[in-house]
């Protein structure tokens, strides 16, 4: 008897709106929390719950305030696909990740087959957005945008110089490293050198022995911080004064941290700062104020979460369907600037710029001497 009654105040109270608060959006960040790329994971936990901090204190989305999940996929792509699935368990319907290509990539088939719509502050690796998946976005650039701009700059700036190309073999590092290539290779230079490291290892003394064999003057890596800087700093205890050129995986202090002085002239290729947008001038001061410099991935991860958060109001729901529709069909305003999306998924008009590690420091370049 009594749990009749139990359920008949349950319904009359459903039927009445009482105690029927409308429960939170789930929505999730998904990155590399632990492990050795943690810092960019960092970036993009803090850019995703800084904009929900906002969002919720400007009264949510479609009157529901959002609750934020975190998934560490570690840059690993079996942990990914676990994250990917335990969102789904979750209930999650829109995921600010991955920030490795190989995690985002096997993920987003978890995410396309459970309606999750994805988007991506960091994989730039195209075959992300090329798979055809209606639910996947990113608000970065793509490798086939960012190789040809590298590969130009050291075309146009290192004319007649020895270029070696290496990469550590994972997924968003050899789809750079391929594209800068093939970009050198149009443009009349050959690399001298192609080879391949091992992430996670400590000693690189036989690719070091390699360039200097072959007399190498630039190097470009394919790769991340880690593994960058420690090449960096044994090429110059070795005596080999070759300049490091690399992608935005070594846009990064902790770069600087890992070879000290070692690192001075090594080059990084990024989009422009979007810290210097008038859209993003409050957030920036928020982050600051909390001591906490929005660098890297940061505010692109806020963007990710503001143009899926403005997508959903216009779709009028949360379904991954529409809200990809709504995507693909409008302009944003985002700490990155206005911003729109291709039918792909990929972010229309992105740019590129160099920047040079100078005295712990990262400045934009426009040109060297060599």
């Known amino acids: 008897m009594k749990r009749i009654v139990q359920v008949f105040i349950a319904a009359m109270l459903t039927a009445f709106g009482v105690g029927a608060a409308h429960a939170d959006i789930v929505i999730a960040s998904a990155g590399p929390f632990t492990g050795s790329y943690a810092a960019f994971g960092e970036q993009l936990k803090r850019g995703a719950t800084q904009a929900v901090a906002d969002l919720n204190a400007a009264g949510g989305v479609l009157g529901q305030k959002l609750k934020l999940e975190y998934g560490d996929d570690a840059c690993d792509p079996k942990q990914a696909v676990s994250v990917a699935n335990k969102f789904a368990n979750q209930k999650v319907v829109f995921v600010s990740g991955h920030f490795c290509s190989g995690s985002s990539i096997p993920a987003s088939e978890v995410y396309k087959e459970e309606n999750i719509l994805q988007i991506s502050p960091a994989s730039t690796n195209p075959k992300l957005t090329e798979q055809g998946f209606f639910n996947v976005f990113r608000t970065c650039g793509r490798d086939d945008q960012q190789g040809p701009f590298d590969g130009d700059f050291i075309a146009d ?58 007399n190498v003057d630039i190097l470009f890596y394919g790769g991340y911080h880690t593994e960058g800087g420690l090449i960096v700093r044994q090429m110059r205890e070795q005596g080999l004064k070759a300049r490091m050129v690399a992608g935005d995986a070594l846009f990064i202090p902790e770069f600087w941290s890992i070879t000290g002085n070692a690192g001075e002239g090594t080059l990084a290729s990024f989009s422009p700062d979007p810290r210097n947008n008038k859209e993003a001038a409050a957030v920036v001061k928020k982050f600051r104020d909390q001591g906490y410099e929005p660098e890297g991935y940061t505010l692109y991860s806020y963007a990710a979460v503001q143009a899926w958060a403005q997508a959903a109001a216009k779709a009028k729901s949360t379904d991954a369907k529409k809200v990809a529709a709504a995507l693909k069909s409008g302009t944003f305003t985002t700490v990155l600037g206005k911003i729109s999306f291709d039918k792909k998924g990929d972010i229309k008009g992105e740019t590129y710029m160099m920047y040079e590690w100078t005295k712990g420091a990262l400045k934009p370049i426009k040109k060297i001497s060599s």
């Open 157 to 214: 700036n290192f004319k007649g110089k020895r270029v070696a190309i290496v990469h550590d073999k994972q997924t968003y590092s050899k789809g750079l490293a391929d594209e800068v290539k093939k970009q050198l290779n149009k443009r009349g230079t050959k690399e001298v050198l192609y080879d391949t490291v091992t992430a996670g290892e400590k000693d690189y003394s036989a690719l070091v022995t390699k360039l200097k064999a072959n």
